[in-house]
């Protein structure tokens, strides 16, 4: 007997190409300069050490591995998880049962959580921030909802321009993603901008899932990125309504392969979502849980991180504003950078004559409001080494102006 063709997902044919895989297909039969190295500035990849103290906490637990984990996480994680946001944030306390939960990584939670959010009985609305991380467009489409786009604009210094959202939208929003300092354009949101879309979730009970993953990377060591969870506090609503951030060590301690975030938040949010993950198996490793711990509770390698990552783009940063338009984010691994046209023909130009990967800003956008935000700019991420960042950034340069001499 024939078997009747395979039933799938339908929503999986929503889907559009990750950003990494049209790069692949945009560079497809161009061969680089050979007599340049390749510089890949295109993957948002710390490149950093990792620091010694958090793999000899992970290996000094490696017995733990003989345990089932608990998908709450070991009581000592969330307690330095509490602990690290009332000192980062200069919160009055933060519940560690109540509202603080391990992750493994930023992604996969900020997948999960519009899995418990979204009604998809009810004509269900997710907006994002324009350009974004792709995740957020996926979780919205695989929950049923529709993805919707706020852009962000340069007349706002890249902050999101809600009130070009018409007011029927906001009416069928459930789950609001917020990026804080922002990928690509590394804006951190500031109090005003917080109290907006506080003031729209309370007239429409939405959701806020505030990504803030590169948070501990800034460039004025007296300014540090405002949170979400601070500006509610500073606003005064008790509690956090509506709202849960999620954060990550993957930049911050240069650990992207162990995997390990926390969400934090509206203890009602939270305890769905760990209803959730109980069913969806997501508990972390004890081994990494301890290694996490041991993370969260040194600020030392931080503020090293922090240091190189300054000194890298005050280096760069004169060398790319003499032929393009950017400026120095205010969070973030990023330049966001102006092109002198088409972003995939600036991207694949410059890839053939100097063999340097840069991601076209199309590709983090989508078409909204009349206009693709992130055309004719490009993301560089400066992840790596000092020497390789400066010179893949005066290749940039070299390339920028000869275009500008031809032209």
Not at 115 to 122: K, L, N, P
Request: net charge neutral; aromatic share 10%; glycine share 8%.
């Amino acid at each position: 007997m024939r078997a009747g063709p395979l039933r799938m997902n339908p929503d999986l044919a929503k889907l559009q190409p990750y950003p990494f895989e049209k790069l692949r297909l945009l560079f497809a039969g161009v061969t680089p300069d050979p007599g340049h190295a390749p510089i890949s500035f295109s993957i948002g990849e710390p490149k950093h050490a990792t620091p010694a103290f958090i793999m000899d906490a992970l290996t000094r637990h490696l017995g733990g591995l003989a345990a089932y984990p608990a998908t709450a996480g070991l009581p000592s994680l969330r307690e330095a998880i509490a602990a690290w946001l009332v000192r980062r944030y200069d919160l009055p306390a933060v519940d560690p049962v109540t509202q603080v939960l391990p992750v493994n990584g930023s992604r996969e939670a900020l997948f999960a959580i519009a899995q418990v959010v979204v009604d998809r009985t009810r004509d269900a609305v997710v907006l994002c921030p324009n350009p974004f991380y792709q995740i957020y467009e996926g979780a919205a489409l695989l929950a049923g909802a529709a993805p919707v786009y706020a852009n962000a604009t340069p007349a706002r210094r890249f902050g999101i321009d809600y009130a070009a959202v018409p007011d029927s939208t906001w009416r069928r929003v459930q789950l609001l993603y917020a990026c804080s300092p922002g990928n690509p354009t590394g804006h951190v949101m500031t109090l005003d901008e917080w109290r907006e879309v506080f003031d729209l979730s309370d007239r429409h009970g939405f959701v806020i899932a505030s990504d803030e993953c590169y948070s501990e990377l800034y460039f004025d060591d007296a300014r540090p990125p405002l949170g979400a969870l601070e500006a509610a506090h500073r606003l005064g609503r008790k509690g956090f309504p509506r709202l849960i951030v999620f954060s990550s060590l993957s930049k911050r301690s240069n650990v992207p392969g162990m995997r390990s975030g926390f969400v934090a938040g509206d203890a009602a949010l939270m305890k769905a979502f760990l209803l959730y993950r109980t069913y969806h198996g997501s508990a972390m490793s004890p081994a990494v849980q301890a290694a996490s711990e041991a993370a969260w509770r040194d600020e030392g390698h931080v503020v090293d991180n922090r240091r190189r990552y300054q000194d890298k783009f005050a280096a760069a940063l004169p060398l790319v504003r003499a032929p393009l338009e950017t400026a120095m984010p205010d969070g973030g691994f990023y330049l966001w950078i102006g092109t002198p046209g088409d972003d995939a023909a600036f991207a694949r130009e410059l890839y053939r004559k100097y063999n340097v990967t840069v991601l076209p800003g199309s590709y983090l956008a989508r078409e909204a409001h009349g206009v693709n935000p992130g055309r004719n700019h490009v993301r560089v991420a400066l992840v790596a080494a000092p020497g390789e960042c400066l010179e893949g950034v005066r290749r940039i340069a070299a390339f920028s102006a000869g275009l500008r001499d031809a032209g």
